[in-house]
C-alpha cells in the first residue's frame, strides 16, 4: 500500500485518529510560537501553569462545541450560531473568525519574514547575502510576500477542510522537529549552554510584572 493510501486510511475525515490529529496540527501549530514566549515572559512555574490553565479551557471548549455539534446536527461555528442565538450571530462570528485566522496567519508572516534572513546569517556574512534576501526591510517584505502566496495563497484555496491534511502533516512533522532539535541543543551542545544544571538554577521561575500606571 502507498503512504498516501495509507494516510488516507488511517486519518480519514470524520474519524476518531484523523480527528485526534487535527487537534495536535492545530494545537502545535499555535503552541511552537506561543508556548517558549509564554514561559519567557512568566518563568519556568508560572509559564507552565499558564499553559496548563490554557489546555484544560481547550478541553473544555472543545468538548462544548462537540455536545453543541451533537444537538444541533451541525459542524460549523457560524451553524452554531444560527442554530442557537440566529442569524445576526452568524455574521457576527462569521467576522470573528475571520479576525482569529487572519491573526493566526499575521503572527506566521512575522514570525517568517524575521527568521529567514536570520537562517541565511549561519551560512552566509551578511555582505554575501542579496539586499533583498538578507536582514533588511527589503529582505523581511520579500520572505513575508513569498511565504503569503507561495505557501498560505495556495493552502486557502481548497474548499473541504481535510484536503489540507498532508499539509497538516507537514506542519506537526517540523513542529516535533523543532521541539526535539531545541531539547538537544540545550542538553547536548556546550557552545550554546555551557550547563544545562546551571540555566536551569539561574532561570527565571515566577515572573509578574505589576500593571503598567496609566
Known amino acids: 500500500m502507498s503512504p498516501v493510501r495509507y494516510a488516507q486510511r488511517k486519518f480519514r475525515a470524520g474519524g476518531t485518529k484523523g480527528s485526534i490529529f487535527s487537534l495536535i496540527a492545530a494545537t502545535l501549530g499555535a503552541g511552537t510560537l506561543t508556548f517558549p514566549y509564554a514561559v519567557m515572559m512568566n518563568g519556568i512555574v508560572l509559564g507552565t501553569i ?17 455536545k453543541c455539534s451533537v444537538a444541533t446536527k451541525v ?38 519574514k524575521s527568521m529567514f534572513p536570520q537562517l541565511l546569517l549561519l551560512f552566509w556574512e551578511e555582505e554575501q547575502i542579496p539586499l533583498i534576501l538578507g536582514p533588511s526591510p527589503q529582505g523581511q517584505l520579500f520572505w513575508g510576500t513569498v511565504f503569503a502566496f ?35 541543543v540545550f542538553l547536548f551542545n556546550r557552545s550554546v549552554v555551557v550547563s544545562p544544571a546551571a540555566s536551569f538554577s539561574q532561570a527565571s521561575y515566577f515572573t509578574v510584572s505589576p500593571p503598567a500606571p496609566c
Request: proline share 3%; aromatic share 14%; charged share 10%.
Open 75 to 112: 459542524h460549523r461555528y457560524e451553524d452554531f450560531a444560527q442554530k442557537l442565538y440566529g442569524p445576526k450571530c452568524r455574521s457576527i462570528t462569521s467576522v470573528l473568525n475571520l479576525l482569529c485566522l487572519m491573526g493566526f496567519i499575521m503572527s506566521y508572516i512575522v514570525y517568517i
Open 150 to 184: 507561495a505557501v498560505l495563497f495556495p493552502l486557502s484555496i481548497p474548499r473541504q477542510i481535510n484536503s489540507l491534511r498532508y499539509s497538516s502533516i507537514f506542519g506537526v512533522l517540523c513542529s516535533v522537529y523543532l521541539g526535539m532539535a531545541v531539547m538537544f
Open 50 to 66: 499558564l499553559i496548563v490553565v490554557g489546555a484544560l479551557m481547550s478541553y473544555y471548549t472543545g468538548m462544548l462545541i462537540v
